[in-house]
């Protein structure tokens, strides 16, 4: 008999009412903003500094990922149903699903197997509204500048060539990333050269991401950079008074949303930048929502460690004044294949010569955290096709180098499954030997947090700039943006910004392209070689799989 599809467990799990999953957390049912029975918003008055402090927060990242990812987000909600077997009040605190994903290669993001949250189907298909909420702010802003380019009598004076902004849609579809927008007349605008980013890719995302409140919401909005005038000054959101326009439209998106494990343990998604491009963390305000309710919350950063990782610790950290208290490194022996040198058709063929070389790369990433002050544990996602021989030897080299590696069974078993994963990462909590620190000061010159980053989390020898880059730099220094912190932009498959280099490279020099300005947000962005903020669909995309019957029964949804 075949295990069955994600889907199909979720459809047939006992899915508590919402108010329920809200006792456990000791949150009034008045206190809820119910969006049918099952999903509801949280108020921003249930944080509690105070409370914060005092509980312990587990960061769960990843070895460089392959095509299909390696299961962080399944390893995250299979660890917080072990903690709650074991006798701890745990919930996780994850990322919304794009719907880009969904439809395209990746399929989903509410977890696998018996470790999903649910109602996966509303999660992974417009959920709370979210999404188009950011999707409608961020293009208020696109309408707002085109009509203050039109509109004569009260322009800006904004230079059409240097406007920065485009306009976002949650799809993929490559064929809106570079447009020509205002034909057929003085009517219908300025004729300029525009495009579209993937919603996830938004400014306005990584807005909501860092906001801590309405206010500071309004307020990091206005910051947008918007472009410059003919006489190159800069002109920012606020000049435009759009700050309180767009706020209105996320007064609902700002609030987390608060959902279930198939075990029925509480779970709060919020947000959902992505990682290559944007810090791939979910919202300060629902891990701190989690923090204030629950004595462990268990969240994680997109891709591999790092990049997400590094920017939860780097960015998130410092902004939201956060630390975690434990980190879990998720590897597959199928991705260690992979790093040791196995094509795609090889995934599932044993072959410790493969896990021997591709060992490297966990390797490397051990070192990474261990720059943070943080002593991973080592979560090894159990694949039907993993040999003992295999895993024994990645917790032997892992116990070589004094780090716990566990398997993972929370894909086939849940909570039960991760039992063992769950003791050894409140082990580590408790044994009080992990000080988490980031790893640059934000003070430092730009060129400098770049090289702290490439150097010692990538294993880059050096740092080369584009003449674009470099007056790119310029401009970062003339808006007084230095002292922001970097958020790479990078492939997620490689440590270096050549995808075709995986496991350990050694001997290489990444490029910075250019630069883009989240000054909104609150950090700068070096591109590393080319990066897509739109993409596209594949050959045969997941959509064609995905069907719902007369009963609204779903089917296909990964």
Same mark, same amino acid.
């Given at each position: 008999?075949?295990f069955?599809?994600?889907?199909?467990?979720?459809?047939?799990c006992?899915?508590?009412?919402?108010?329920?999953?809200?006792?456990?957390?000791?949150?009034?049912?008045?206190?809820?903003?119910?969006?049918?029975?099952y999903?509801?918003?949280?108020?921003?008055?249930?944080?509690?500094?105070?409370?914060?402090?005092?509980?312990?927060?587990?960061?769960?990242?990843?070895?460089?990922?392959?095509?299909?990812?390696?299961?962080?987000t399944?390893?995250?909600?299979?660890?917080t149903?072990?903690?709650?077997?074991?006798?701890?009040k745990?919930?996780?605190?994850?990322r919304?699903?794009?719907?880009?994903?969904v439809?395209?290669?990746?399929?989903?993001?509410?977890?696998?197997?018996?470790?999903?949250?649910?109602?996966?189907?509303?999660?992974?298909?417009?959920?709370?509204?979210?999404?188009?909420?950011?999707?409608?702010a961020?293009?208020?802003?696109?309408?707002?500048?085109d009509n203050n380019?039109?509109?004569?009598?009260?322009?800006?004076?904004?230079?059409?060539?240097?406007?920065?902004?485009?306009?976002?849609?949650?799809?993929?579809?490559?064929?809106l990333?570079?447009?020509?927008?205002?034909?057929?007349?003085?009517?219908?605008?300025?004729?300029?050269?525009?495009?579209?980013?993937?919603?996830?890719?938004?400014?306005?995302m990584?807005?909501?991401?860092?906001?801590?409140?309405?206010?500071?919401?309004k307020?990091?909005?206005?910051?947008i950079?918007?472009?410059?005038?003919?006489?190159?000054?800069p002109?920012?959101?606020r000049?435009?008074?759009?700050?309180?326009?767009?706020?209105?439209?996320?007064?609902d998106?700002?609030?987390?949303?608060? %959902?279930? *494990?198939?075990? /029925?343990?509480? @779970?709060? !998604?919020?947000?959902?930048? &992505?990682?290559? #491009?944007?810090? =791939?963390?979910?919202?300060i305000?629902?891990?701190k929502?989690?923090?204030?309710?629950?004595?462990? %919350?268990v *969240?994680?950063? /997109?891709?591999? @460690?790092? !990049?997400?990782?590094?920017? &939860?610790?780097? #960015?998130?950290? =410092?902004?939201?004044?956060?630390k975690?208290?434990?980190?879990?490194?998720?590897?597959?022996?199928?991705?260690?294949?992979?790093? /040791?040198?196995?094509?795609?058709?090889?995934?599932?063929?044993?072959?410790?010569?493969?896990?021997?070389?591709?060992?490297?790369?966990l390797?490397?990433?051990?070192?990474n955290c261990?720059?943070?002050?943080?002593?991973?544990?080592?979560?090894?996602?159990?694949?039907p096709?993993?040999?003992?021989?295999e895993?024994?030897?990645v917790?032997?080299?892992?116990?070589?180098?004094?780090?716990?590696?566990?398997?993972?069974?929370?894909?086939?078993?849940?909570?039960?499954?991760t039992?063992?994963?769950?003791?050894?990462?409140?082990?580590?909590?408790?044994?009080?030997?992990?000080?988490?620190?980031?790893?640059?000061?934000?003070?430092?010159?730009?060129?400098?947090?770049?090289?702290?980053?490439?150097?010692?989390i990538?294993?880059?020898?050096?740092v080369?700039?584009?003449k674009?880059?470099?007056?790119?730099?310029?401009?970062?220094?003339r808006?007084?943006?230095?002292?922001?912190?970097?958020?790479?932009?990078?492939t997620?498959?490689?440590?270096?910004?050549?995808?075709?280099?995986?496991?350990r490279?050694?001997?290489?020099?990444?490029?910075?392209?250019?630069?883009?300005?989240?000054?909104?947000?609150?950090?700068?962005?070096?591109i590393?070689?080319?990066?897509?903020r739109m993409?596209?669909l594949?050959?045969?995309?997941?959509?064609?799989?995905?069907?719902?019957?007369?009963?609204?029964?779903v089917?296909g949804?990964?």
């Amino acid at each position: 008999m075949s295990f069955p599809t994600d889907l199909e467990i979720a459809q047939k799990c006992d899915i508590r009412h919402i108010n329920v999953i809200a006792e456990k957390l000791n949150i009034s049912v008045d206190d809820l903003e119910h969006y049918g029975k099952y999903k509801a918003k949280l108020p921003l008055n249930l944080i509690n500094e105070e409370k914060i402090k005092n509980n312990k927060l587990i960061l769960v990242s990843a070895i460089t990922p392959t095509p299909a990812g390696e299961g962080k987000t399944t390893t995250s909600i299979g660890l917080t149903e072990g903690l709650n077997k074991i006798g701890k009040k745990a919930t996780v605190v994850l990322r919304e699903p794009s719907l880009g994903p969904v439809f395209g290669i990746k399929g989903g993001a509410a977890g696998g197997g018996y470790s999903q949250v649910v109602p996966m189907e509303d999660i992974n298909l417009h959920f709370t509204g979210d999404f188009g909420a950011i999707e409608k702010a961020n293009n208020l802003l696109a309408a707002l500048i085109d009509n203050n380019l039109q509109n004569k009598q009260y322009s800006l004076g904004l230079d059409p060539r240097s406007i920065y902004w485009k306009r976002v849609m949650d799809m993929n579809d490559r064929s809106l990333r570079d447009i020509t927008i205002g034909l057929g007349g003085t009517g219908n605008g300025i004729p300029r050269q525009d495009g579209f980013n993937i919603t996830p890719a938004s400014e306005v995302m990584a807005i909501l991401c860092m906001a801590q409140n309405i206010e500071d919401l309004k307020t990091k909005l206005g910051n947008i950079f918007v472009g410059f005038t003919f006489d190159r000054k800069p002109i920012y959101a606020r000049d435009l008074k759009a700050q309180g326009a767009m706020a209105l439209l996320l007064k609902d998106a700002i609030k987390p949303n608060l %959902v279930q *494990t198939l075990e /029925g343990n509480p @779970a709060i !998604l919020h947000g959902g930048p &992505f990682a290559n #491009i944007a810090q =791939g963390t979910n919202t300060i305000i629902a891990t701190k929502m989690g923090l204030s309710l629950s004595e462990y %919350v268990v *969240t994680e950063a /997109g891709f591999g @460690a790092d !990049l997400g990782a590094e920017k &939860f610790m780097d #960015i998130k950290c =410092g902004y939201g004044n956060l630390k975690p208290d434990a980190m879990v490194l998720v590897a597959t022996i199928r991705a260690l294949r992979h790093h /040791g040198g196995a094509k795609k058709e090889e995934y599932n063929t044993p072959s410790m010569e493969r896990v021997t070389k591709g060992f490297e790369n966990l390797e490397k990433h051990i070192e990474n955290c261990r720059k943070f002050g943080l002593n991973p544990v080592v979560a090894l996602n159990h694949f039907p096709t993993d040999s003992d021989e295999e895993l024994q030897f990645v917790i032997e080299a892992c116990a070589k180098l004094g780090i716990q590696a566990v398997i993972s069974r929370g894909f086939a078993h849940g909570g039960e499954g991760t039992k063992d994963l769950a003791a050894a990462v409140v082990a580590e909590v408790d044994g009080g030997k992990n000080a988490f620190k980031p790893l640059y000061d934000w003070s430092l010159p730009v060129k400098e947090k770049i090289e702290k980053i490439a150097k010692e989390i990538y294993g880059a020898d050096a740092v080369q700039y584009t003449k674009e880059a470099e007056g790119n730099l310029r401009t970062i220094e003339r808006l007084g943006l230095a002292g922001l912190p970097v958020c790479m932009a990078k492939t997620q498959k490689s440590f270096s910004d050549d995808e075709s280099k995986v496991g350990r490279p050694r001997n290489f020099t990444v490029t910075v392209r250019e630069f883009e300005y989240a000054v909104g947000a609150g950090f700068i962005i070096p591109i590393l070689g080319e990066m897509m903020r739109m993409p596209g669909l594949p050959p045969i995309p997941a959509s064609e799989h995905m069907d719902i019957d007369a009963n609204g029964v779903v089917t296909g949804l990964s």
